[in-house]
């Protein structure tokens, strides 16, 4: 029972290059979301999907993209990585909006 | 706009106190409300809800969480801490209408000492 699960762990980037973080979800859940987590400021949300094909900005979109072409993998994007977008990211899932969400193990990215 | 408030960065009990972490919410109406535990290097696990009715709810773990609307709170609590416990800690809201997202506190951590 894998849940949700993010690829890669760990990753370090230079400034401007571009990579894309993988989150898949073996619950055949209709949300998805990926958020931030830095010191100091809990998490917040980046983007988030509400169902296949569908994608709704967060509280920090600027600088990622997202897509949701299959149900169960929600990608995060970033086409220019920039130092402040050194953090750890998570994924999560949820059946719908209120039910409670089950989140991934992160991914740490370090941009130089 | 929701926001929630942790006003506690860092707490340290000792093994087998007992154990209150705040939760402050702003929010309109009356929102759904979760807390999640983190341990290092792991995502975020449920460890209780509040949607509606007794206002006591309990969770996993041990631990309980006690809706209070008259002064926007959602407290967990833990009678015994054990050295297991020892984690980040968070609270979160939701709206049951408008946004289709979760707003985070910025996390309790706890620290438990033999």
């Known amino acids: 029972n894998a849940g949700v699960t993010q690829t890669p762990k760990f990753r370090v980037l230079k400034t401007g290059q571009s990579m894309t973080l993988l989150c898949a979800q073996d619950?055949?859940?209709?949300?998805m979301y990926w958020y931030r987590q830095d010191p100091g400021m809990g998490l917040r949300l980046i983007h988030y999907?509400?169902?296949?094909?569908?994608?709704a900005k967060g509280e920090v979109p600027d600088g990622y993209n997202v897509s949701r072409l299959k149900k169960q993998n929600f990608l995060l994007g970033l086409e220019s990585a920039a130092p402040s977008q050194t953090s750890v990211y998570f994924c999560?899932?949820?059946?719908?909006?209120?039910?409670?969400?089950?989140f991934g193990d992160g991914t740490r990215l370090s941009i130089l | 706009a929701q926001s929630v408030t942790q006003p506690d960065i860092h707490i340290t009990v000792s093994e087998g106190a007992s154990l209150e972490l705040r939760c402050n919410y702003s929010?309109?109406?009356?929102?759904?409300l979760f807390w999640y535990v983190q341990s290092p290097g792991q995502g975020l696990q449920l460890l209780l809800k509040y949607f509606s009715g007794d206002t006591l709810v309990q969770g996993i773990k041990g631990f309980e969480a006690e809706f209070k609307r008259s002064q926007s709170s959602f407290n967990l609590r833990k009678p015994s801490v054990q050295w297991s416990d020892a984690a980040e800690y968070f609270c979160?809201?939701?709206?049951?209408?408008?946004?289709?997202?979760?707003?985070f506190g910025t996390g309790t951590r706890l620290t438990v000492i033999p």
């Open positions: 929010y309109g109406a009356t929102p759904y």
């Open positions: 619950m055949n859940h209709e949300y």
């Open positions: 999907s509400v169902g296949e094909g569908t994608t």
């Open positions: 979160a809201v939701g709206a049951w209408t408008g946004a289709n997202n979760l707003f």
């Open positions: 999560a899932s949820s059946e719908g909006k209120y039910q409670p969400q089950h």
